[in-house]
């Protein structure tokens, strides 16, 4: 089974700082997933990625598959972009199993 | 609306009663997966369908947990004898994939269960 470790479990920050969510698994997988989830709200995909980097928007996702590592980045963050942010990866490393989360990153964005 | 939908959004249950969840899917979506998350918590994987075939399922799905996808489209999830420590939001996903590759997975916006 993998494990998932994010760092910091909370984060806050003023608005327009960049900001940095790191995330570390245990087993090789096929893929690593960003999700973000509000208060009381539903979660929502961020990134599904499976090497280099993506962006959308101000958010950017990097994934080194060797170190098992994966960071999020916000670039010029918001009030708005307050929220849990949470890595996951495939069960048991494969791509067709669920996924297993990392316990969040509380993110908190003061105007 | 065609993303995922639970049902009911929020159910309180006494301490060892039944309760059974429904989730529907994007419509065509052949992989649906169950996940639990309690306050201040990541998810947690319950069990996993492909079309209707149950093919995993995580020590946390106890005997008192079923899950069934009798045609492969809406799902439901039934916890038989509740307990207190049932009380979390039980969340349905859905992707459209084939294999063994990770595809993007489609949440719903989740059932609270309370055991009182």
């Known amino acids: 089974k993998n494990e998932v470790e994010q760092s910091p479990q909370n984060l806050t920050a003023q608005e327009g700082e960049f900001i940095t969510i790191n995330c570390s698994y245990s087993?090789?997988?096929?893929?690593l997933h960003w999700l973000q989830q509000h208060p009381g709200g539903g979660i929502v995909s961020l990134f599904m990625?499976?090497?280099g980097k993506k962006k959308h928007g101000r958010l950017i996702a990097t994934i080194n598959i060797q170190e098992k590592h994966s960071s999020l980045h916000i670039t010029a963050s918001h009030p708005r972009d307050s929220a849990v942010y949470i890595c996951?990866?495939?069960?048991?490393?494969?791509?067709?199993?669920?996924?297993?989360f990392g316990k969040g990153t509380h993110l908190i964005i003061q105007p | 609306d065609t993303g995922v939908s639970q049902d009911p959004r929020h159910k309180i249950t006494k301490r060892g009663q039944n309760v059974t969840f429904r989730c529907d899917p994007i419509?065509?979506?052949?992989?649906l997966y169950w996940y639990r998350q309690t306050l201040g918590q990541g998810p947690e994987f319950l069990t996993y369908?492909?079309?209707?075939?149950?093919?995993?399922k995580s020590r946390l799905l106890s005997d008192r947990f079923s899950a069934e996808r009798p045609k492969g489209s809406f799902s439901t999830l039934e916890i038989q004898r509740t307990e207190q420590g049932d009380s979390a939001m039980y969340l349905c996903?859905?992707?459209?994939?084939?294999?063994?590759?990770?595809?993007?997975?489609?949440f719903g916006p989740g059932t609270r269960l309370t055991v009182t």
């Open positions: 369908f492909q079309n209707e075939a149950q093919l995993e």
């Open positions: 087993v090789g997988i096929s893929a």
């Open positions: 990625l499976s090497s």
């Open positions: 996903a859905s992707s459209l994939g084939t294999g063994t590759p990770s595809y993007e997975q489609y």
């Open positions: 996951a990866v495939p069960y048991s490393g494969g791509g067709a199993d669920g996924l297993t």
């Open positions: 419509s065509e979506h052949n992989r």
